[in-house]
């Protein structure tokens, strides 16, 4: 079974700053692993994703995560935090080698920035 | 693209009442998904479409959720008779190889 972790409710930074979002994920094979965003009363929106090749990941919005599949990790970052991104995050991973193209979710991480 | 268009956007009912959401995927998606968020939570997969056949539906609550994809195109989700814990949104999503795209969702009160 796969799962995804992501072990802060929430998180806060300065405008600015730096800001990272830790997720971790748990598959038999090998994981596409996926970001998003969801602002309030809205649907999920795309941020970035691993498939394959570079384990830096660049996005929308200035966002990059970076995997580490000895960590097994998929940490989301930013180098410099706007309020605008004060928002809640999920992580996401789909197994590889199956055929099970469903998505399976942490648990959300939301994100305040303070100017 | 057009994106997932969902109906509707809210809804509330009392419980033991009956409810149906609706959702039309992107144009040309072969997999659809249903999928339930409590508040606070990550959204948990229910069901999961191929064309009208249905792929992995072992997290529906088969005794009160029921979902349909009549012609391989729209589906619609329904809960008979709803419960209190069945407050939640609702999101649809449609898949293609080159990704997944989320509907806005339709927001469940149960009273």
């Known amino acids: 079974a796969q799962s995804v972790a992501q072990p802060e409710d929430q998180v806060n930074v300065a405008e600015g700053n730096p800001l990272t979002v830790k997720c971790t994920y748990s598959v038999s094979g090998n994981p596409y692993l996926f970001w998003y965003v969801q602002y309030p009363n809205r649907g999920l929106q795309f941020l970035l994703k691993?498939?394959?090749?570079?384990?830096l990941v660049k996005g929308s919005y200035g966002f990059e995560a970076e995997f580490n599949k000895s960590q097994t990790s998929f940490h989301l970052k930013k180098p410099s935090a706007l309020v605008s991104d004060s928002a809640l995050y999920f992580c996401a991973v789909r197994e590889i080698d199956t055929g099970r193209r469903a998505l399976t979710f942490g648990s959300g991480t939301r994100l305040q920035v303070q100017p | 693209e057009a994106g997932v268009a969902q109906s509707p956007r809210y809804k509330i009912i009392e419980k033991r009442q009956s409810v149906a959401f609706w959702c039309n995927p992107i144009?040309?998606?072969?997999?659809l998904y249903w999928y339930q968020q409590i508040l606070g939570q990550g959204p948990k997969l229910l069901i999961q479409?191929?064309?009208?056949?249905?792929?992995?539906d072992s997290q529906l609550p088969k005794d009160r959720f029921s979902a349909e994809r009549l012609k391989g195109v729209d589906s619609t989700l329904k809960i008979q008779p709803a419960k209190l814990e069945d407050s939640a949104v609702y999101l649809c999503?449609?898949?293609?190889?080159?990704?997944?795209?989320f509907g806005s969702g339709t927001r469940l009160t149960v009273v």
């Open positions: 479409f191929q064309n009208n056949g249905v792929v992995d």
């Open positions: 144009s040309g998606h072969a997999t």
């Open positions: 691993y498939i394959t090749g570079d384990n």
């Open positions: 999503a449609s898949s293609s190889h080159y990704g997944y795209t």
